[in-house]
């Protein structure tokens, strides 16, 4: 393994020692304090175009397995450690995570000092950052041109409908990039599961008379999803049991007038205490956003706040006062991350099962 070196937009650069593949990439960077799940993590598509530091001191020691995927094909752009392991005794492990990433062709940079990388990224924010041989004058020509895309979600949502087969309630997922944690949790309920695209018409989703319908996660703005997306949305909350999840709580909060708003570091772990509102019930979850639903844009005649992270007090579920919808913005799916947050996807199934005093 040679040098390589991570330069930010800033004209910050960090050396350490080159693993996974050697394409050289651009992608805005992020930082993930969780101590385990990287494989989630990294394959997780909220990642699309994105460069994850793990503050962990050491990634990889669980090897690579078959049960921790959160997709297929992750999209991740690079992955920035400490330290990364090459020796693994998980009787799960199929393959290191060098392999992985090679397989994918991720780069990845080991031996950069992720403290100091994580406290200079506090200060100045997410910006775009590139994984490079040589940080020369060229290469950050080349980072300060590229332009990152803002369609992420069309580059990792599903073009066509798919089933997850059950025999209890049924359920229709749209699809904006969704985690397989996501299905995992329906599976051991016994759901009976349709995937369908973001870009489905309201119509076609009743036309599967589901019991429910989920607005998955997913990566990106959701600002930059087209109106059809928000109008779905407004339709289905008044016709069905409705659950939001990561994007899909932000499209909510956006169909429903209220406004988002930057956070000034992204939330990015499995260790974010979060509080219900109506019992203050502490539980710790695992998050992944840039945004969050500005508190003083919510029309509180149509939405409740149920939920508030304890650090900086940002809104992480609302409920809607008319109908059976709502939504969060942490994942409920503990793929990776603590089980309690699970409860969300039973009181989803709670609501469809009592759908009909709506």
Known sequence: MSNRYLILADGSTYEGVGFG????????????????????????QIYHNQIIIFSAPTIGAAGINHDAYESIMPTAKGVIVRDVASVSTNRQKRMNLNEFLTQHNIPGIAGIDTRALIRHLRETGPQKASIVDFPDD????????????????????????????????????????????????????????????????????????????????????PRDLPESVF????????????????????????????????????????NHPVSEVITNALMYVSQGAGYAIDPVSIDHNRLITTHLDVIDGSVQGLRHRDFPAFSVAFFPDSAPGPLEATDVIDDFFDMMDTKDRF
Not at 240 to 255: D, M, Q, R, S
Request: glycine share 10%; no cysteine.
């Open 231 to 270: 109008e779905l949305m407004r339709v289905l909350q008044t016709r069905v049991p409705l659950l939001g999840i990561g994007l899909g709580h932000e499209i909510f909060a956006l169909a429903n007038d209220a406004q988002l708003i930057e956070l000034p570091f992204e939330h990015h772990g499995t």
């Open 138 to 221: 060229h290469a950050f020509d080349q980072l300060n041109a590229t332009v990152l895309t803002n369609q992420q979600v069309a580059a990792v949502a599903t073009p066509r409908a798919y089933p997850n087969p059950g025999n209890g309630l049924t359920v229709v997922v749209i699809d904006f990039g969704l985690k397989h944690g996501i299905l995992r949790q329906l599976g051991q309920r016994d759901a009976d599961v349709t995937v369908l695209p973001y870009t489905t018409d309201p119509e076609a989703v009743l036309s599967l008379d589901p019991d429910g319908v989920i607005f998955s996660t997913g990566p990106g703005d």
């Open 21 to 44: 593949s050697r394409a050289t990439t651009f992608g805005h960077v992020v930082f993930n304090t969780s101590m385990t799940g990287y494989q989630e993590i990294i394959t997780n």
